[in-house]
């Protein structure tokens, strides 16, 4: 029996041993829920002391302003916690958030999610101004409405996608896209309101993560033109049921419905909703003649910039150029701008140029016009080039269509563009199209000079032949005294009159 003694510890502990990780799960998942009371029922009732749960509701206590009991409290514990002096003492100070991020760095990977939630609730009520036991009792919605007001562009977006992602069950994405959506639509309409960058609009947009649809549904159910227009097309789209209050809603101001439009575009481009992106540019295309009949021709111009479908938007270039205010887009070109905006600026002036191209091929000015805005001296002097080659082809081989006014008005036009190319192409660092150029303006004004030559002598020899003409006709002439002894005859309208 004494032998067997030694075994029948193990026994006993054993099913202990087993069952306390499993126990310690049970907790964990109960904190991070949120449910710290029915954890500690759950600790309590098999007699377990969870260090876990003791930090938990130490970070409860400090976050809500009690730092002093939660320490007391830590340190009455049968292991208190290694404590961090300086955290303790800047809490005294009123500086509680290091002494919640060092009890959180002492807590198990197994309830971090709770650790994050109280990090997050603490800086959510300092940010709104809420005491932080509200915080955790209001509904997400109105918290994220909160942190994105009064502008959302001005917004802490770190925060707000800090607040989404530490709730442990998942959120009504559709609820949180009217929230975003309204303080949206607000922002355009509210006093100090701007165009939004499109760093900014990416980040508002991301914050309901792979349901961004569902922000590009709820923000176009604002615009009352594309509910109807899309329940003429094919009834109502689901997901974009209005409010009642939506119903009765008047039409938003041109400006603001263009940024609204521009917001669900990039809600959809993220979601990758390629037909909603179709059915947004549809009715685009039909509200631009709207805002022609309104002369608001500055909103064609940040379409262009912020939606960057140009082979469906590329009529909206020639609006701008058959009413003269190409000017407008132009201007962009000369402004200084950071790399994404500029990479952006690029696909813009690429797309004007070949609409340009395309439409407005004989308009040599605007299309240099273009090129210099936007920096493009190398294109440029491809396209000088192209010009000059076209205009020596036309040229032909004949020597008398060469030799002749029409031909050196040409080959002096080939030389200018061959000059003016291989200016650009040195500006663009086309080093060895810069040499080329240069030789094709050599041969052209080689001939050219042939040309000038030739026709300064065909010109002399005129000349020469003129002024020949007088002396072979003189006074020794035969029939110059006849001639002299005739009656000098002036012609007019009514007939021959003799003086």
């Avoid at 938990?56 to 400090?62: G, N, W």
């Avoid at 003492?89 to 060092?102: I, K, M, N, Y």
């Avoid at 009949?293 to 909103?299: A, T, V």
Wanted: net charge negative.
């Amino acid at each position: 029996g004494a032998a067997n003694a030694p075994d029948r510890v193990p026994e006993q502990r054993g099913p202990q041993c087993e069952l306390l990780p499993f126990l310690e799960t049970a907790i964990s998942s109960l904190i991070n829920c949120d449910e710290t009371s029915w954890a500690g029922q759950l600790a309590s009732g098999f007699g377990f002391e969870s260090s876990d749960l003791r930090l938990a509701r130490a970070m409860e206590m400090v976050a809500s302003g009690h730092h002093r009991e939660a320490l007391s409290e830590l340190r009455a514990a049968p292991q208190p916690p290694p404590l961090d002096v300086a955290a303790a003492e800047a809490a005294e100070g009123g500086d509680v958030e290091r002494l919640l991020q060092s009890l959180s760095t002492q807590c198990s990977s197994r309830i971090s999610l709770y650790c994050r939630r109280r990090m997050v609730f603490f800086s959510v009520s300092r940010a709104i101004g809420m005491d932080y036991c509200e915080v955790s009792q209001v509904d997400i919605g109105e918290l994220l409405d909160r942190l994105l007001s009064p502008q959302p562009y001005v917004a802490d977006m770190v925060l707000c996608r800090s607040l989404l992602a530490c709730y442990p069950r998942p959120l009504n994405k559709a609820a949180l896209a009217q929230v975003l959506a309204s303080r949206f639509l607000r922002s355009t309409l509210g006093p100090g309101a701007r165009e939004w960058p499109e760093d900014k609009l990416d980040e508002f947009v991301s914050l309901l993560g792979s349901s961004q649809e569902q922000l590009g549904d709820a923000a176009l159910c604002r615009i009352p033109n594309f509910r109807q227009s899309s329940a003429a097309e094919d009834g109502k789209v689901f997901g974009m049921l209005p409010t009642p209050e939506e119903e009765g809603q008047e039409e938003l101001p041109f400006e603001c419905e263009v940024e609204v439009l521009i917001m669900a575009y990039h809600a959809y481009v993220q979601a990758c909703r390629e037909q909603s992106i179709g059915e947004l540019l549809r009715f685009l295309r039909d509200r631009v003649d709207l805002y022609l009949d309104r002369r608001r021709f500055p909103l064609l111009v940040r379409l262009l910039v912020a939606i960057p479908e140009y082979h469906a938007m590329e009529y909206m270039f020639g609006h701008l150029v058959h009413h003269g205010r190409l000017d407008l887009l132009l201007e962009l070109g000369r402004g200084k701008q950071d790399s994404c905006a500029a990479a952006r600026k690029t696909a813009l002036a690429v797309a004007l140029v070949r609409y340009l191209q395309d439409h407005f091929p004989r308009n040599l000015e605007l299309l240099v016009q273009v090129h210099l805005c936007f920096n493009m001296e190398a294109q440029l002097a491809c396209l000088l080039e192209h010009k000059a080659q076209k205009l020596v082809h036309g040229l032909g081989r004949k020597w008398e269509r060469i030799c002749s006014e029409s031909g050196e008005e040409q080959l002096i036009m080939c030389l200018s563009l061959y000059l003016q190319c291989s200016r650009f192409f040195l500006q663009g660092k086309r080093y060895q199209r810069h040499f080329i150029a240069n030789e094709c303006a050599a041969l052209i004004s080689l001939q050219l000079k042939a040309v000038q030559i030739h026709l300064a002598a065909s010109l002399q020899e005129q000349q020469n032949a003129k002024r020949e003409a007088p002396e072979e006709g003189g006074p020794d002439a035969p029939g110059a005294a006849a001639s002299a002894s005739l009656p000098e005859v002036s012609l007019g309208s009514g007939g021959a009159k003799a003086e």
